[in-house]
């Protein structure tokens, strides 16, 4: 579960991304973030993993309030979110298997099993195959899948993705958000952010649209 | 709790691989920590091996009083009952002029010596040996004392040169200990910059393994580790080079000691030297890569 109450974040300089928002995402709710570049989308969504932190308010996940852990806490909570970056963040000095493979290395999982795990991940994803190629060798759309993968090996109870359908085709984009829909029907809360609002209303699903850090009505 | 010890065999394993890959570079950075190391304690081991020999010589020293020529029978007896009744004086040895040439003719190989002389040369001797547990100044005060008896010319104290050398050698010693702690600071720093160079050059990883939950812990254990090899290996090629320098050098000890009629070993590191050698340098390794690890790694934030 995830609940802002009365959230405002002020990055040094003034500028204000967040204001006074409140709302709550219940466990295993796949939820969409509207808005242009520039809305606090990804502010929101930092907050949540605790990359950034509130100035003011409180933010709660799985129970616990980011605002007051300590900062050698904030790993744990980590560990069980999944986050597919804007910038996919993949490490190009390894390979597909060895990307995959890290969230494991950080969670200690017995190498056999973390291997097992890896490959059924890349196969959900469908990079079967693939696991010895290095990064550099992928297309755009297989990193997007590569980093969905790393996102999702150690079964995190939430996902979170920031603008996964950006720099995709359309077809590509639809075949990403129906991999984000079986996350969310295995019970995984899902919450997707995206500025292409038509992809989203196909779906049916809750829409949260932000507009200069506050709800657009 | 063992898979906690399984998660840190596997970064030590992983360290250690990560070394290997490039053999070349991570040997010639041993060695060059070994060799440094290796000189202070190659020092020190010869440094102690020679003290401990001039010690056991320093300990049981000898006073010897050489009369004058003139002296005569009287003059023999008249020391002899003062060195008798004298409280420091443990045991004493007369060795007659005549005796002495003999003597000297025997050890020199140089027969009919006594042909070619008109007279004796020779002084009568009394060879002193003070009581033991006699201070170095209670010694000098003996020796004076003794060359105040009558008709005594000369009085040598046998021990007063091994006593220079003892000093001398503790000298040597602290200079090894000054020496090995220098060294041991300049470990300090130079795992530390490795540990930061590699640092840098995988801080997109580190930055990675942060947003995904990585915990300080994990990201600083591979560089524990790596420092933790460092300092072992470092100190078993330091230990081979010092008993490499050692076995070099013991034939030449060997000779010198034996002109003394005396028989120095001169030993490599034993056990427990060695095992404090190796903890000292694990330990200052590892002291350097946390220092590193935690200042750089403070750095690094996650975005």
Request: glycine share 6%.
């Amino acid at each position: 579960m995830i609940q802002f109450d009365q959230v405002t974040k002020r990055y040094p300089g003034g500028h204000e991304a967040l204001r006074n928002l409140s709302f709550t995402i219940d466990s295993g709710e796949m939820v969409f973030l509207a808005g242009h570049s520039g809305a606090g989308k990804s502010t929101l969504l930092k907050l949540i993993s605790g990359i950034e932190r509130a100035t003011s308010g409180s933010v709660l996940v799985n129970n616990q309030n980011l605002s007051r852990l300590r900062a050698s806490q904030l790993p744990y909570v980590r560990q069980h979110i999944g986050i597919v970056f804007q910038d996919h963040k993949i490490l190009f000095d390894r390979s597909v298997f060895d990307n995959v493979m890290l969230p494991l290395n950080i969670i200690g999982f017995d190498r056999r099993d973390a291997a097992r795990r890896v490959r059924a991940a890349l196969d959900k994803v469908g990079l079967a195959g693939k696991e010895k190629v290095m990064p550099v060798r992928l297309s755009g759309g297989e990193q997007q899948r590569l980093c969905i993968a790393r996102a999702v090996v150690h079964r995190p109870s939430i996902l979170l993705a920031d603008e996964p359908s950006a720099n995709l085709d359309r077809a590509y984009a639809l075949d990403i958000m129906e991999l984000f829909k079986s996350f969310h029907q295995v019970g995984v809360t899902v919450l997707i952010s995206a500025h292409d609002e038509t992809l989203m209303e196909d779906y049916g699903r809750r829409i949260i649209r932000l507009r200069e850090g506050q709800f657009a009505s | 709790m063992k898979h906690f010890f399984y998660l840190h065999w596997l970064d030590a394993r992983q360290a250690l691989r990560k070394m290997l890959r490039q053999p070349v570079g991570n040997l010639l950075n041993l060695l060059m920590l070994a060799i440094a190391m290796s000189l202070p304690v190659t020092l020190f081991l010869t440094a102690g091996s020679l003290q401990h020999w001039v010690g056991k010589l320093t300990a049981a020293p000898q006073i010897t009083l050489f009369m004058e020529l003139s002296a005569e029978q009287a003059d023999l007896a008249a020391v002899q009952s003062s060195l008798s009744a004298h409280p420091r004086v443990a045991s004493f040895r007369f060795i007659g002029r005549d005796q002495a040439l003999r003597d000297l003719e025997q050890r020199s190989g140089l027969s009919g010596i006594r042909e070619g002389l008109d007279s004796n040369p020779l002084p009568d001797a009394f060879v002193v040996t003070p009581k033991a547990g006699t201070t170095p100044d209670e010694l000098d005060m003996l020796q004076k004392e003794l060359s105040g008896l009558p008709m005594v010319e000369q009085s040598q104290f046998d021990a007063a040169w091994a006593r220079r050398l003892h000093g001398l050698l503790d000298i040597a010693v602290k200079l090894a200990w000054l020496l090995g702690a220098s060294f041991g600071i300049a470990l300090v720093l130079i795992t530390h910059n490795t540990i930061r160079m590699q640092i840098l050059a995988r801080q997109e990883e580190i930055e990675v393994a942060k947003l995904i939950g990585a915990t300080d812990s994990f990201i600083r254990r591979p560089f524990l580790y790596h420092a933790f090899w460092v300092g072992l290996l470092s100190a078993l090629l330091c230990w081979g080079l010092s008993s490499l320098f050692v076995s070099q050098a013991a034939p030449a000890l060997n000779e010198f000691s034996h002109l003394y009629g005396e028989n120095i070993s001169l030993a490599g590191l034993n056990l427990v030297e060695l095992a404090a050698l190796t903890g000292a340098s694990i330990l200052l390794c590892w002291f350097g890569a946390r220092l590193a690890a935690d200042h750089h790694l403070r750095k690094v934030r996650a975005h």
